[in-house]
């Protein structure tokens, strides 16, 4: 069995390089940043940093620094932050040509956000990604072809 990399608390770490779709690349390889495994900023910056990361076409970036908001914040906002993080990884599976995993993540993401029973914090725009989920789940259904500018939801009401 191969050795894997691990930090101090014994967790698995992978320190290749990864490409846009956060696919590891081949030792040397030059990839996008990474996304530093100890972030843990405001809401505010959280989801700022995670729409330009989306805007970008870095969805696996940006399941990140929402998966990062989501382990360190408050746990009456977890499954928020969760079904955002879940939702992020379905972007990233549409943008990786797997629409069984895109399936299985936008409804995941779309069963937590709709299950968050307190009003959406920090102006996120809950309706609006539940709306936009279920129009990919559609699109993936059906066998349509998503665009790219359809995987750069806005996380926050305009």
């Known amino acids: 069995m191969v050795e894997r990399p691990r930090d101090e608390a014994g967790r698995a770490r992978n320190p290749r390089p990864r490409d846009r779709f956060g696919r590891p690349l081949p030792v ?25 990361l989306l805007e970008d076409g870095l969805a696996f970036n940006a399941h990140e620094v929402l998966e ?23 972007l990233t599976h549409i943008q990786r040509a797997n ?6 993540l936008l409804t995941r993401a779309v069963g937590r956000l709709r299950a968050y029973e307190a009003d959406s914090p920090y102006g996120i725009d809950r309706a609006g990604l539940i709306a936009h989920a ?25």
């Open 68 to 90: 990062a908001a989501w382990k360190n914040g408050p746990f009456a906002e977890r499954m928020l932050w969760q079904g955002l993080a879940q939702y992020a990884v379905g």
């Open 134 to 158: 279920e129009a990919l789940l559609a699109a993936l259904d059906s066998g349509s072809s998503i665009p790219e500018d359809r995987l750069k939801p806005r996380l926050l009401l305009r």
């Open 99 to 104: 629409p069984k995993g895109a399936r299985t």
């Open 28 to 52: 040397g390889s030059v990839g996008v940043p990474r996304i530093p495994d100890d972030l843990n900023l405001p809401p505010q910056q959280t989801l700022s940093y995670a729409q330009q």
